[in-house]
Antibody, heavy 117, light 109 residues
Framework: QVQLVESGGGLVKPGGSLRLSCAAS????????MTWIRQAPGKGLEWVSC????????YYADSVKGRFTISRDNPKNALYLEMNSLRVEDTAVYYC??????????WGRGTLVTVSS | QSALTQPPSASGSPGQSLTISCTGT?????????VSWYQQHPGKAPKLMIY???KRPSGVPDRFSGSKSGNTASLTVSGLQAEDEADYYC?????????FGGGTKLTVL
């Protein structure tokens, strides 16, 4: 069955950097678009970024454009999110998910990123 | 991209039917038949309940149904059960973006 496991979250100071990873298994990773979605504590869901199956096209939410970089390694069945110039408002649980036509399908359990001094 | 508009809360008694709306624009909900709905229980990851406006993934009870008219999508839960109490989010494809609603807390009285 589809399994997505996020890692790399933690506590970081404003202005700092963090790299999230998402390990995929149970499906043909290279067949799917992949997406990152976040949820601030007690708040709703916010789409962050997505990458096409081959990695040739990438899209970002305006709130993270220029600061976050999504990438994937298909042979390693892995998705990444490099986060730079982190702000307090980036504090959230970050989920990775498979995607089809803009629809997040299968979700991981998430990893918590806390940006605080 | 602005968030889709959902009512913050909805409630109903067991056995009743309830509909949650999700209003967007012609650039998202109205422009594509790629609206989805998610159920989220506290401390859990969201679960896909409806995709492509009205399709149900395997394993989702047929008490859950979706529809769309113009720029507004709707999720209907029939025969409310206690386990349906959760947060519900709509989402839409929007070309190079994806957008979520603010969420609706469904309470089963």
């Amino acid at each position: 069955q589809v399994q997505l496991v996020e890692s790399g979250g933690g506590l970081v100071k404003p202005g700092g950097s963090l790299r999230l990873s998402c390990a995929a298994s149970g499906f043909t990773f290279s067949d799917y678009y992949m997406t990152w979605i976040r949820q601030a504590p007690g708040k709703g869901l916010e789409w962050v970024s997505c990458i096409t199956d081959g990695g040739d096209s990438i899209y970002y939410a305006d709130s993270v454009k220029g600061r976050f970089t999504i990438s994937r390694d298909n042979p390693k069945n892995a998705l990444y999110l490099e986060m730079n110039s982190l702000r307090v408002e980036d504090t959230a649980v970050y989920y990775c998910a498979t995607e089809n036509w803009g629809t997040p399908l299968h979700w991981g359990r998430g990893t918590l990123v806390t940006v605080s001094s | 991209q602005s968030a889709l508009t959902q009512p913050p809360s909805a409630s109903g008694s067991p056995g009743q039917s309830l509909t949650i709306s999700c209003t967007g624009t012609s650039s998202d909900v109205g422009g594509y038949n790629y609206v989805s709905w998610y159920q989220q229980h506290p401390g859990k990851a969201p679960k896909l309940m409806i995709y492509e406006v009205s399709k149900r993934p395997s394993g989702v009870p047929d008490r859950f149904s979706g529809s769309k008219s113009g720029n507004t999508a709707s999720l209907t839960v029939s025969g409310l059960q206690a386990e349906d109490e959760a947060d519900y989010y709509c989402s839409s494809y929007a070309g190079t973006k994806r957008v979520f609603g603010g969420g609706t807390k469904l309470t089963v009285l």
